[in-house]
Every structure is written in C-alpha cells, then in structure tokens.
C-alpha cells in the first residue's frame, strides 16, 4: 500500500505474540518494522501517513536539516497540536464522539417508537 505522501505498507506475513503481525513502513524514505495488531492497522497506517506528511512539511519548509531534528519537530507539532485539542482551543474528538453516541441514541429511540407504529 502507498499513499501520496510517501508513506507505505509492506505486509511480511510475520506474526509477533498475540496475533500482531510486523509491518513495515516508510516514513521520510526511511524504512521501519512496526509490530501492530490486525485491529489497530487502520489506524497505524493513518498514523504513518499523518506523520509522514508533517515531516514533508518541515523538510520542505527547509528550516531544518537532518532527519533526527526533522522527527523532533513533527512530534513537537503534533503534541501541540493533540493538546490544543484537549485544551479546548481545537476539536475536543473525545466530546464529539460523546455527542454522536448521544444522538444516535436518539435516533435509535425515534425509529423504535416508529416502527412499532407499522
């Protein structure tokens, strides 16, 4: 699998403890071995590409030389950018999904109440 950003999937059909399978990734054109469970590889593969693209980002932007020093900043970034989020001063994911369950909840009363009308 590859995405547009660089990031790609090498599935060795290697399985670690537990059914987690070791898969290699591509970040900044450098090859890693990632030990993941089925479940999670969604996830990690958006991980990858997310974190892919902020390393592009600060490459491109020049400012930085070196890979290390690249990887530092990508993770500075995106701390700031998870705890803006906890903070109140981005997306707060976790009430969101709060209120999503609520509303489905919602639904899920009004179609029951409805269905026993046919």
Do not use: W
């Amino acid at each position: 699998m590859s995405t547009a950003s660089g990031a790609k999937e090498t599935t060795k059909g290697e399985t670690a403890k537990g059914g987690v399978k070791n898969i290699d990734v591509t970040i900044l054109d450098r090859q890693y071995r990632v030990a993941c469970p089925d479940d999670e590889r969604e996830e990690l593969m958006a991980s990858v590409a997310y974190l892919d693209k902020k390393m592009r980002e600060i490459k491109t932007a020049g400012k930085i030389a070196g890979a290390d020093r690249v990887a530092v900043m990508a993770a500075l970034n995106i701390t700031h950018e998870l705890l803006s989020a906890k903070t109140g001063a981005g997306f707060d994911l976790g009430e969101y999904k709060r209120r999503m369950q609520s509303m489905n909840s919602l639904v899920d009363e009004a179609l029951a109440s409805q269905e026993k009308l046919f």
